[in-house]
């Protein structure tokens, strides 16, 4: 079976500095990158069916963002924000793209993985040649955000694994089907045992701070600076959109399709937010904008 290398780079906040794990996928040679990047509260791992399925035409790059998993924490947990992502990214970018190639990679991402790749590929000189949002844009429902906060601060422990995964499974039935293997390691992935034996998800609850301190003034002035970013992209770009999502609406979509890039749009039936990219139908929408010319 195709395994990974674990790698990590060093890099910088307001707070010092800090550690970026990714895992690296396929030919370390290949100049063809791939980044895929999850969402708010999972890992890298949430890619290893996705970068399995396409290591033979990329070198897949799959971080956790810092935070999270095998990455380090920020001593300022108000430094949990986009700006930060995307600067670590390009620290990442600058680490992966070897001198002498061409230095464009195409990204995934995930719901907050959708956002830095979103403001990544508005600022000029951007490396992002294509561009695939899943189930994420510049308007957000901010109901389902509101869920999504309070879910990130609960500082919930369990004293078994099954358990945990339990409520893993509670809190991400959005995802849409998947079997009992795959719900298995859809926790395994976000979930360690603490110092008692306890097992907790495996991020820093300092994740949730952005979250309580935003106002209806701060949301609407966000969502103004992503729909300029989102008007600023010229790479082609792919949404996807969970057909039962309840944080990027059908309105929010269609105007995707319009302005900026003017996105391609693939829903998935039967999935709310957000699709894994584990199934092979999943995979196959990505596999086609990315490999297309």
């Given at each position: 079976m195709i395994e990974a290398t674990y790698q990590s780079v060093q890099c910088i906040s307001a707070a010092g500095l800090h550690s970026m794990a990714y895992k690296q996928w396929g030919d370390p040679d290949n100049p063809k990158v791939l980044v895929c990047v999850h969402g708010v509260t999972r890992v890298s791992g949430d890619f290893d069916a996705l970068a399995r399925a396409m290591c033979d035409e990329y070198r897949v790059i799959c971080p956790d963002i810092v935070g999270r998993g095998r990455s380090g924490r920020l001593a300022l947990k108000n430094l949990y924000q986009i700006p930060q992502y995307v600067s670590d990214s390009v620290t990442l970018l600058a680490r992966v793209l070897k001198p002498g190639e061409v230095q464009a990679v195409d990204w995934l991402g995930t719901s907050m993985g959708g956002l830095i790749g979103l403001v990544l590929a508005s600022l000029p000189g951007n490396p992002v040649r294509k561009l695939v949002l899943n189930d994420i844009g510049p308007t957000l429902n901010p109901v389902a955000l509101a869920r999504i906060g309070d879910y990130i601060g609960q500082d919930v422990r369990f004293p078994s694994f099954d358990l945990a995964a339990k409520f893993i499974?509670?809190?991400?039935?959005?995802?849409?089907?998947?079997?009992?293997?795959?719900?298995?390691?859809?926790?395994?992935?976000v979930l360690r045992q603490d110092d008692d034996g306890m097992w907790i998800r495996h991020y820093d609850l300092g994740l949730a701070l952005p979250f309580k301190s935003s106002t209806p003034e701060s949301a609407k002035s966000d969502e103004a600076s992503l729909w300029t970013a989102y008007d600023a992209i010229r790479c082609p770009t792919l949404l996807v959109r969970g057909a039962d999502s309840d944080l990027l609406s059908p309105e929010t979509a269609q105007a995707m399709t319009v302005r900026g890039p003017k996105a391609q749009l693939a829903e998935v039936p039967g999935v709310g937010h957000a699709p894994t990219f584990t199934h092979a139908d999943q995979i196959a929408i990505a596999r086609q904008f990315l490999l297309s010319q």
């Open positions: 499974r509670d809190v991400s039935v959005t995802f849409g089907p998947h079997s009992e293997e795959e719900w298995h390691k859809l926790a395994a992935d």
